[in-house]
């Protein structure tokens, strides 16, 4: 296993569909599990140790509200953490991305954007982190690069039909 994706609330799935996509198509093995930093804190740290145990080079977490998830996370292991705040009714995600993103210096959190494209992105720089010491994945990224821009030309010539 080397992405372990940790989500605080079974509501927040929603949020790393793509990401989990993205894993699978890459061919990145992973876990997900539910796991909340205030409600389930033992269970968290737990699982943090068993998924550096199982060679989990990356770790994502997904929270909203008040998200101490991945700093928490963050605090119990030095591989790399990537959070995704999750967007709520009451301040539309600013308290998510501000509790995400505002780590103290010391422990880093690798803050996404909110929400579903926070959520892809989240795996996208999860295989380039694992890329840097795999030359298949690294050629896997030049390739999904390679499909954006030829499907941004492909967009262009469409309206230009249009015009
Ligand atoms: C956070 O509170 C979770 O990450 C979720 O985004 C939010 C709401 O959780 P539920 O009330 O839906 O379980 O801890």
Redesign the pocket.
């Known amino acids: 296993m080397k992405v372990m994706i940790f989500?605080?609330?079974?509501?927040?799935f929603e949020v790393i569909e793509d990401a989990v996509r993205t894993l699978k198509d890459f061919g990145v093995p992973f876990a997900l599990e539910v796991t909340?930093?205030?409600?389930s804190p033992e269970r968290t740290v737990n699982l943090v140790r068993e998924a550096e145990a199982q060679g989990a080079g990356v770790f994502i977490a997904?929270?909203?509200?008040?998200?101490h998830?991945a700093g928490v996370v963050a605090a119990h292991t030095v591989r790399p953490v990537i959070g995704v705040p999750?967007e709520?009714a009451a301040l539309a995600g600013m308290d998510?991305l501000l509790s995400t993103v505002q780590m103290p210096k010391g422990v880093p959190v690798a803050t996404m954007g909110l929400g579903k494209h926070g959520g892809a992105n989240a795996a996208l720089l999860a295989v380039e982190i694992l890329a840097l010491g795999d030359e298949g994945l690294a050629k896997k990224l030049a390739d999904h690069r390679a499909r954006m821009a030829a499907s941004v030309e492909t967009a262009s010539k469409k309206i230009q039909e249009k015009l």
């Open positions: 989500l605080g609330s079974e509501s927040d909340s930093a205030h409600r997904v929270a909203g509200k008040a998200a998830l999750v709520s998510a």
